[in-house]
């Protein structure tokens, strides 16, 4: 691919071969957060722009905060994978990812720095205010691939992004006792668990029954937004969190 000029103004220019035409017309609304999950940002850099690899991003921020650009915002990368979000399963072709270069699960799951952060944030600013995005369809690769993916894990910090402008987030209710729910429960109130995390964006099943795909839908909501524990038992401070993320999204607020 030929060189372009960079939708961040402080973005390096990199062009990846790894992109196609956005489907059906579609516009990016949701940006996508990721770990490169290797060694280092070269060689995450390198995979996303091999042909062989068949995978890309838009964007790559580097641990000393240089972004990279990759792929035009205007072209689909191919950073999402088999996903689904609000009913959407084409989420490459609307979205814009971002690879922050972090060793994951390679490294024993490294903090990521403030001036790498300061650099996401600054680029997330500039894409959402681009494309018009709603705080809440930023999101995490696991919230988009709950079965497949737990980046960018539960050290990353939301909370931070948030207090800047990006994002939607809320204080966690504190972890406490009280009645949960865990694989194999069923019944009423199982189904209204689904419905709000269905409500909110997950793919997950409203069947009354806790199962493997409801378990992975509260592991990704709890690596967001109460990652002190994640386990995938819908306790009363996940319950209560997930209620309190709901409620203060703008379009609900009565």
Same mark, same amino acid.
């Given at each position: 691919?030929?060189? /372009?000029?960079?939708?961040?103004?402080?973005?390096?220019?990199?062009?990846?071969?790894? /992109?196609?035409?956005?489907?059906?017309?579609?516009?990016?609304?949701?940006?996508?957060?990721?770990?490169?999950? !290797?060694?280092?940002?070269?060689?995450?850099?390198?995979?996303?722009?091999?042909?062989?690899?068949?995978?890309?991003?838009?964007?790559?921020? $580097?641990?000393?905060?240089?972004?990279?650009? %990759?792929?035009?915002?205007?072209?689909?990368?191919? $950073?999402?994978?088999?996903?689904?979000?609000?009913?959407?399963?084409?989420?490459?072709?609307?979205?814009?990812?971002?690879?922050?270069?972090?060793?994951?699960?390679?490294? *024993?799951?490294?903090? /990521?720095? *403030?001036?790498?952060?300061?650099?996401?944030?600054?680029?997330?600013?500039?894409?959402?205010?681009?494309?018009? !995005?709603?705080?809440?369809?930023? %999101?995490? $690769?696991?919230?988009?691939?709950?079965?497949?993916?737990?980046?960018?894990?539960?050290?990353?910090?939301?909370?931070?992004?948030?207090?800047?402008?990006?994002?939607?987030?809320?204080?966690?209710?504190?972890?406490?006792?009280?009645?949960?729910?865990?694989?194999?429960?069923?019944?009423?109130?199982?189904?209204?668990?689904?419905?709000?995390?269905?409500?909110?964006?997950? *793919?997950?099943?409203? *069947?009354?029954?806790?199962?493997?795909?409801?378990?992975?839908?509260?592991?990704? /909501?709890?690596?967001?937004?109460?990652?002190?524990?994640?386990?995938?038992?819908?306790?009363?401070?996940?319950?209560?969190?997930?209620?309190?993320?709901?409620?203060?999204?703008?379009?609900?607020?009565?």
């Amino acid at each position: 691919m030929n060189a /372009f000029k960079p939708d961040h103004l402080r973005a390096e220019v990199h062009p990846s071969p790894n /992109f196609g035409p956005r489907k059906d017309g579609k516009h990016p609304s949701i940006l996508v957060l990721h770990y490169t999950g !290797m060694a280092t940002g070269e060689a995450a850099e390198s995979w996303l722009s091999n042909p062989e690899s068949e995978v890309s991003a838009h964007y790559v921020v $580097h641990e000393d905060g240089r972004v990279v650009q %990759l792929v035009p915002e205007s072209e689909r990368a191919w $950073h999402a994978g088999q996903s689904s979000w609000k009913g959407e399963v084409d989420i490459n072709s609307s979205s814009i990812g971002i690879e922050i270069v972090n060793g994951g699960p390679l490294l *024993d799951f490294p903090d /990521f720095g *403030d001036v790498q952060i300061d650099a996401v944030i600054d680029l997330c600013k500039g894409i959402v205010s681009r494309h018009k !995005m709603r705080p809440e369809n930023v %999101l995490a $690769h696991s919230d988009i691939a709950p079965a497949r993916k737990i980046d960018p894990g539960e050290k990353f910090p939301w909370p931070v992004l948030y207090n800047s402008g990006v994002g939607h987030w809320v204080a966690p209710s504190p972890i406490r006792g009280g009645r949960f729910f865990s694989l194999g429960d069923q019944g009423q109130p199982v189904e209204a668990l689904q419905g709000m995390l269905a409500l909110y964006g997950y *793919d997950v099943p409203i *069947d009354g029954v806790f199962g493997r795909s409801t378990e992975l839908g509260i592991l990704a /909501f709890q690596r967001h937004f109460r990652p002190e524990k994640v386990d995938g038992v819908a306790d009363m401070s996940t319950i209560e969190t997930l209620h309190r993320v709901l409620s203060a999204l703008p379009a609900l607020i009565a």
